[in-house]
């Protein structure tokens, strides 16, 4: 299928694109395959005919397809996954947080984090399954935009992962307003949740489903291991002072584990698998069957590369503090001041507390980005 918006002179210029792509890419691989991309896309006489916002719109509504009747849908599972939080958190935390005898802010921090290591584990083992049972586009990324098209159907099984995804951050709007604990970058946080249900929702009416599924899975295993992180930390401080050593040595090990999958997944998986794919294998194989808006989703994509190693800094930084033992003082920042001397006041300093809610919360929270 010929891209049916493109003049002769782009459809030549596109039979000389230097170079090709390859089935193992390295970093190296990547760069060039930018370079070479990016230096033919970006020609002048490419982009002869386009006046911005005008073109760009044109060129947006031309890809968007997004029935009326599949956003009711994404309206019940929003309103379905808010019922089962709340039986959750009322039926199975609240009666288990007590016989822990938890202390009474952990008490409230404790339903948030393990309804979301929940949802993550079962939304990644879908990706799992989704990637390596039911399609091949992880190990075959170059696959990917062979049958490609404007308003292509999609299969029902990935259709049904979007509309979970989507589901899930609407209904992450309304948690932070009424359900999640209250912190101090609240507003930062709706914003979050809009901006990555804008994100999910814009990919999959303009058919980058793939894409985004790769995306969903280098991004949601992390975010299961800091759930769990935080949701071990709870458990080691009970009401009266009493300590348990042994759930803050598992925190910090799953911190580690947690660490290891931002390296695996994020920074490299990502790179190798989605940035080369949308970037690079998408102008060899896809610009001519009409797969516009390159270099705004391109752009969207480097950006998370970027959110990823800012937020590797942090996460360094933590890392460096747990083992050099000099945890102590550090707080969450997103944690009311108040709700820290209380904290303090009924439960000393220890060295055992190396997870005390001290990422900053621009790490625990947007890492669901």
């Known amino acids: 299928m010929e891209h049916s918006y493109l003049t002769d002179e782009q459809r030549e210029e596109w039979k000389n694109l230097k170079g090709n792509f390859t089935t193992t890419p390295n970093y190296i691989d990547l760069v060039v395959g930018i370079w070479n991309a990016i230096s033919w896309y970006y020609k002048p006489y490419m982009w002869r005919d386009y006046a911005f916002p005008r073109s760009f719109i044109e060129d947006f509504t031309r890809h968007f397809y997004f029935p009326i009747h599949e956003i009711y849908y994404i309206l019940y599972i ?17 009666p288990f947080v007590n016989w822990l005898k938890l202390k009474p802010i952990n008490k409230k ?27 091949n586009y992880f190990h075959e990324f170059y696959l990917i935009w062979d049958d490609w098209s404007p308003g292509m159907p999609i299969p029902f099984d990935i259709k049904l992962m979007y509309f979970v995804q989507c589901g899930f951050y609407l209904h992450s709007i309304y948690a932070t307003l009424y359900m999640d604990y209250k912190r101090k970058d609240f507003y930062v946080m709706l914003i979050h949740h809009v901006l990555t ?45 009493k300590e348990c050593p042994i759930w803050e040595h598992a925190a910090s090990g799953c911190f580690i584990i947690f660490t290891f999958c931002w390296f ?64 102590n003082n550090l707080h969450d920042v997103r944690e009311d001041d108040d709700d820290d001397d209380d904290d303090d006041a009924k439960c000393p300093a220890s060295t055992h507390k190396i997870i005390k809610e001290n990422i900053p919360r621009l790490i625990i929270d947007d890492l669901e980005i």
């Open 197 to 241: 249900m804008t994100l999910i929702f814009v990919s999959y009416a303009t058919r980058y489903h793939k894409i985004g599924l790769l995306v969903l899975f280098v991004h949601d295993i992390t975010d299961v291991w800091l759930e769990l992180t935080k949701v071990l930390h709870y458990f080691g401080s009970r009401e009266n002072g």
């Open 109 to 135: 921090k404790f339903p948030e984090s393990a309804w979301k290591c929940l949802f993550y584990t079962c939304t990644w083992s879908y990706c799992v399954y989704l990637l390596h049972y039911r399609y």
């Open 78 to 94: 929003a309103i379905l996954i808010t019922i089962l939080r709340y039986l959750y958190e009322k039926y199975i935390c609240k």
């Open 264 to 327: 695996l997944f994020r920074l490299y998986w990502y790179p190798m698998k989605v940035l080369y794919t949308a970037g690079v294998v998408t102008a060899y194989r896809a610009y001519d069957k009409g797969c516009g808006l390159y270099g705004f989703f391109n752009g969207l994509l480097w950006l998370l590369l970027g959110l990823n190693l800012y937020w590797l800094v942090f996460i360094l930084q933590f890392l460096f503090r747990v083992c050099s033992g000099t945890l």
